[in-house]
Nanobody, 127 residues
Framework: QVQLVESGGGLVQAGGSRRLSCAAS????????TAWFRQAPGKEREFVAA????????YYADSVKGRFTISRDNAKNTVNLQMNSLKPEDTAVYYC????????????????????WGQGTQVTVSS
């Protein structure tokens, strides 16, 4: 089992930046791919970004490409999401998700491709 805890959420003005972190604990010796999803009020949860366990590949939703950067520090068991040029439509609860070998090879972009989830952190972008 892997436990995930997000941090870094808060209120930010449009055009500003915010850095989210996802800290993993538990069976962190397992190689796990990690992703960020988000859910805005009244909407379904959607994919934001993902990174391979080695950090060798990254994936982004079109809506955040060029503005958000996902990275990881395996020595610290953390994955970060640097969010720049934030827009009001980025307002959402951001969730960290991870998967081990059992789901590796499934889609990066859907919730069912991940079997570990954090509780989420709220990001609010004011206009």
């Amino acid at each position: 089992q892997v436990q995930l805890v997000e941090s870094g959420g808060g209120l930010v003005q449009a055009g500003g930046s915010r850095r989210l972190s996802c800290a993993a604990s538990g069976r962190t010796s397992i190689r796990y791919d990690t992703a960020w999803f988000r859910q805005a009020p009244g909407k379904e949860r959607e994919f934001v970004a993902a990174i391979m366990w080695s950090g060798g590949s990254t994936y982004y939703a079109d809506s955040v490409k060029g503005r958000f950067t996902i990275s990881r520090d395996n020595a610290k068991n953390t994955v970060n999401l640097q969010m720049n040029s934030l827009k009001p439509e980025d307002t959402a609860v951001y969730y960290c998700a991870a998967r081990g070998d059992s789901l590796r090879g499934t889609s990066w972009y859907v919730e069912k491709g991940y079997d570990y989830w954090g509780q989420g952190t709220q990001v609010t972008v004011s206009s």
